[in-house]
Every structure is written in C-alpha cells, then in structure tokens.
C-alpha cells in the first residue's frame, strides 16, 4: 500500500518493488502521504479518509 503523494519514499520504489515480484499486490491511495495523512501524535478522533482506505486494504490482503 502505497500513498501517491509520499514524498518520503518515491512512488517510483514502489513500481519497482512491484516488478521484481509480479505476483504481490500493489495498492496506491490517491492523495495518501508517507503516513496518510494522519499526523504523530494523533489527538484526533476521526481517522483520515486515506488511513481508512489504507486499514480496509490492508484487512482485506489479511482476509486472503
């Protein structure tokens, strides 16, 4: 799971990451930063549409 605007880890990385293993998943939020937009500390109490998005996919690689 990748976010499209992570300027800490090229989006490029994770193209190539997906070409030396053409059978793993590749998911990328649009929007998402590094962190999906969700800050350290998190005080809030509605998580990121991005982070949510990113949980979901995550769960449902798990449920696989």
Request: proline share 3%; charged share 30%; no cysteine.
């Amino acid at each position: 799971i990748h976010g499209d605007a992570d300027a800490s880890v090229s989006i490029d990385e994770a193209f190539q990451l997906k070409k030396w293993n053409p059978k793993a998943d590749l998911e990328i939020i649009a929007g998402a930063d590094h962190v999906f937009n969700i800050r350290h500390p998190w005080t809030g109490e509605v998580l990121t549409k991005s982070f949510e998005e990113a949980i979901k996919k995550s769960v449902d690689f798990l449920k696989k």
